[in-house]
């Protein structure tokens, strides 16, 4: 069983950045692929970004791609998202996700059994 604790949402401007953090216990996350998806409201949970925790790859969503970065802390047991050149459209709650058995569908929340409460970003003009 693993537990996932997301933190550093909040406000920010236009143009600024956040650094989500998802620490992660309970089980050793060697064969793990983490994720990050969000949701606004009135929408579907989308996927964000993944990584598996042994750092060979990393998938982004095309609207993130050059601006968002996932990574990974070993020594924390955290997954990270550094989210740069915010937009407002950026604005949703944002939730981390793992599982051990991802089979290249790394992009479909239906993917993973783990997740975070959420953690909220909303982004002003």
């Known amino acids: 069983q693993v537990q996932l604790v997301e933190s550093g949402g909040g406000l920010v401007q236009a143009g600024g950045s956040l650094r989500l953090s998802c620490a992660a216990s309970?089980?050793?996350?060697?064969?793990?692929?983490m994720a990050w998806f969000r949701q606004s409201p009135g929408e579907e949970r989308e996927f964000v970004a993944a990584i598996k925790w042994s750092g060979t790859f990393t998938y982004y969503e095309d609207s993130v791609k050059g601006r968002f970065t996932i990574s990974r802390d070993y020594t924390k047991n955290t997954v990270l998202l550094q989210m740069n050149s915010l937009k407002p459209e950026d604005t949703a709650d944002y939730y981390c996700?793992?599982?051990?058995?991802?089979?290249?569908?790394?992009?479909?929340?239906?993917?993973?059994?783990?997740w975070g409460q959420g953690t909220q970003v909303t982004v002003s003009s």
């Open positions: 996700a793992a599982d051990p058995d991802v089979r290249g569908r790394w992009f479909a929340q239906a993917t993973y059994n783990y």
């Open positions: 309970g089980h050793s996350l060697d064969s793990y692929t």
